[in-house]
């Protein structure tokens, strides 16, 4: 039997590096839609060794013609969209971008799916973010959405026209509903990433304090390796639905903070400042996923608690500041 092949947009994020070396482990083709830039983005892939497994499709999810191609050239039983600006903060600065890469760059894979293979499944990467101003406390599948900036926006455009394509089309079409996840390969312009870079660098002593913005704000953290599993598996069902994934608690960042800091013997309440430059236009105060039906129907459940996630992205964290 011929190996399946999946095409991953985003191939070159946290996600998509732990999505690609997922996929390549259970025997997938690994195609990857990737755009150019004049820096080197590939790290991720390397950090994983397997930059040299997948194949990269060079192209850009705000151009049709590039989405079509990929379907095309990777000939893809399953499409994972993952592509994204997907950093909240920038998104008020660039909304037309955002909602160009993260809003049309969906409908642009989605479009390429129905003319070139219809009967590929897809994944949507869609986003805890949707909740913004929640309107219940544990939010699950049945929650309304109340995004709180433009790339929540954005997001709830993609998340609809997955939905739509599905109906109108009788696509095999996902939406993953994901909370924050987080690991060793996160942006560093993200809250945990910031934090536990800025403890080895304060341990090591190349930093004195960490500029922080609203601490007070709760996530429902998880490890991203973990969070693509459940991806992979909401494309094996026999129907394609949309599911929360999410570990079910919530925790500030500030104490997120004092985990991290606290892992190398330093107390955090040393070296957080409060910048309002971090301040958002708009703050999503508290996130809490509710991912009773993963667990029910794809049998999925968060194993990394956040005491474990933090401390082993400090300890990569130490381990990259010290080589430096
Ligand atoms: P990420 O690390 O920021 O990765 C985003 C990826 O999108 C990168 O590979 C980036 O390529 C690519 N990209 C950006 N603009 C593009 C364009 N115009 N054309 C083609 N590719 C483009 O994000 P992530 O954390 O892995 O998240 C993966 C997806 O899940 C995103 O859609 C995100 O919005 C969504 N999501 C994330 C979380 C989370 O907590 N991580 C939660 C819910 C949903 P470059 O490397 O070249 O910039
Ligand atoms: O780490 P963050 O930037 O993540 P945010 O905004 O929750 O978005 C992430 O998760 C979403 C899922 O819910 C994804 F869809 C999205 O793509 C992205 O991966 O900020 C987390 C919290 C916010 O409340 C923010 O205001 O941390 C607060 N925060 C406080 N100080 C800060 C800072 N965030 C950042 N990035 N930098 C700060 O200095």
């Avoid at 949309?242 to 960042?253: K, M």
């Avoid at 004092?258 to 309440?269: C, D, Q, S, T």
Wanted: with cysteine; hydrophobic share 40%.
């Amino acid at each position: 039997m011929k190996n399946k092949s999946a095409l991953v947009t985003g191939i070159t994020g946290q996600d998509g590096a732990y999505l690609a070396k997922l996929l390549l482990d259970k025997g997938y083709a690994v195609h990857g839609l990737h755009a150019r830039r004049s820096t080197d983005t590939l790290w991720r892939l390397r950090e994983l060794g397997i930059a040299n497994e997948v194949n990269l499709i060079e192209g850009d999810l705000t151009d049709l013609s590039s989405t079509i191609r990929s379907m095309e050239q990777s000939r893809a039983d399953e499409v994972y969209n993952l592509g994204a600006q997907s950093f909240v903060g920038t998104s008020w600065g660039q909304p037309v971008l955002t909602a160009n890469v993260t809003g049309v760059g969906a409908l642009n894979v989605l479009e390429a799916v129905r003319i070139v293979n219809p009967k590929a499944r897809f994944y949507q990467a869609s986003t805890s973010e949707m909740f913004g101003l929640i309107q219940e406390a544990m939010q699950s599948e049945t929650t309304p959405f109340y995004p709180r900036s433009p790339y929540g926006v954005a997001k709830l455009y993609a998340h609809w026209m997955t939905v739509n394509y599905r109906e109108s089309f009788g696509l095999h079409a996902s939406s993953g509903i994901l909370f924050n996840h987080e690991s060793p390969l996160r942006g560093i312009e993200f809250v945990t990433r910031k934090v536990t870079d800025a403890v080895s660098r304060i341990k090591q002593g190349q930093q004195k304090e960490l500029r922080l913005g609203n601490i007070d704000a709760k996530r429902d953290w998880g490890f991203a390796g973990d969070y693509v599993e459940a991806m992979w598996l909401m494309l094996q069902q026999e129907v394609a639905d949309d599911y929360v994934v999410a570990t079910g608690q919530t925790t500030t960042v500030r104490d997120m903070c004092r985990i991290a800091f606290a892992h190398v013997g330093l107390n955090h309440e040393d070296h957080v400042v409060i910048d309002p430059k971090f301040y958002r236009p708009a703050e999503v105060e508290v996130l809490l996923g509710n991912p009773a039906k993963a667990k029910a129907k794809l049998g999925w459940t968060a194993s990394t608690d956040l005491q474990t996630l933090i401390t082993m992205m400090v300890d990569a964290d130490m381990r990259r500041v010290s080589k430096e």
